[in-house]
């Protein structure tokens, strides 16, 4: 299972204006370009940067035009500044490396790639970047919300997932479960989902899994995987809340066909959906899989940090 693959990436190709002065500092390089009627109207002091490890920041805006309300950054060092921006480059790296294989994802993949995806949005160390550099910074993410809305009010349908990763190179939005004979009136919304950019706090808030009557957020899906499951740390208590999410886990499964596997493997539902895959993966992985992936595809200023040329699709 995974996004696609094999894959490069490349960032993209620098917009920029004349530099202010005050960013020298920060290891900013800038090329020169006016700003369009467009990008002057919404920014009045709009620059377009490139960063140091070669990646690119669109849109950076001189502080005191761009937003008044925006609390005032902890100051850093520059060499602290340059540090971090180097362990950000490398784990988004290491996240390409580990999302967008040549063949299905493995579950070490997941476990590691859920310590670079907590680290970055979970507990936010990204806000120490954007304050030093003032931008915006959004995530693409499947506006499937009102799905979850008519799930709450489905007494037939007890797992939803929110998905966006291939299986065998064939894209699957969403997975969801059913008591019920016929499909659900809403089933048809699922072809027409749409992405949309959104911050931060939002993506962590937004429901990404349902079980037996209850959503989990982005954030405690994640948390729970890497604090619980053998990413940052392994600790076999449970809450009730992560009680429910290992059901969840245990209750629908994904992976190569069941009679390849051994007894206990599978979920009590097991799709049978990579044929050439080896491990068994849960709703849970798939979460850090599309969240990964959301942290691959960063928009800084509504622009992708890095350009993806995607080959053929996994197998």
């Known amino acids: 299972m995974a996004q696609s693959g094999p894959c490069s990436w490349s960032p993209l190709p620098p917009r920029s204006v004349p530099k202010p002065d005050r960013y020298a500092s920060r290891g900013i390089r800038l090329r020169s370009r006016s700003p369009t009627r467009n990008e002057a109207d919404r920014h009045p002091a709009c620059t377009n940067v490139r960063i140091g490890h070669g990646m690119v920041v669109y849109g950076l805006c001189e502080k005191n035009d761009w937003n008044h309300n925006m609390r005032k950054p902890e100051p850093i060092s520059d060499a602290e500044f340059l540090k971090l921006m180097k362990l950000f480059d490398e784990d988004v790296r290491s996240l390409i490396e580990l999302t967008y294989p ?11 790639a859920s310590v670079i995806v907590r680290r970055w949005l979970c507990d936010n160390e990204l806000r120490r970047i954007t304050d030093q550099i003032q931008v915006p910074v959004t995530f693409p993410m499947l506006k499937d919300t009102s799905i979850f809305e008519k799930i709450r009010d ?18 699957i939005w969403a997975l969801y479960h059913s008591h019920a004979d016929e499909p659900p009136n809403w089933v048809h919304e699922l072809s027409s989902q749409r992405i949309e950019l959104v911050k931060l706090s939002k993506l962590m808030k937004r429901p990404v899994l349902h079980f037996n009557g209850e959503d989990f957020s982005m954030e405690r899906t994640l948390r729970f995987a890497c604090n619980k499951l053998g990413g940052a740390h392994f600790d076999p208590s449970r809450d009730e809340q992560e009680e429910k999410l290992d059901l969840a886990a245990r209750y629908v499964t994904f992976g190569p066909p069941e009679n390849s596997l051994e007894p ?6 097991h799709l049978p959906l990579e044929p050439k895959g080896s491990e068994v993966l849960s709703g849970i ?16 200023d509504g622009q992708p940090l890095f350009e993806l040329k995607q080959g053929s699709a996994s197998t």
Do not use: C, T, W
Not at 154 to 171: E, H, N, Q, R, T
Not at 264 to 269: Q, S, Y
Not at 286 to 293: G, N
């Open 102 to 112: 040549n063949g299905p994802v493995q579950y070490r993949h997941v476990r590691q």
């Open 154 to 171: 489905d007494p037939d349908i007890d797992y939803y997932l929110s998905a966006g990763v291939k299986f065998d190179g064939k894209p």
């Open 264 to 269: 206990g493997e599978a979920g009590e539902i």
């Open 285 to 300: 992985a798939v979460v850090i899989i599309v969240a990964a992936s959301m942290m691959v595809n960063i928009h800084f």
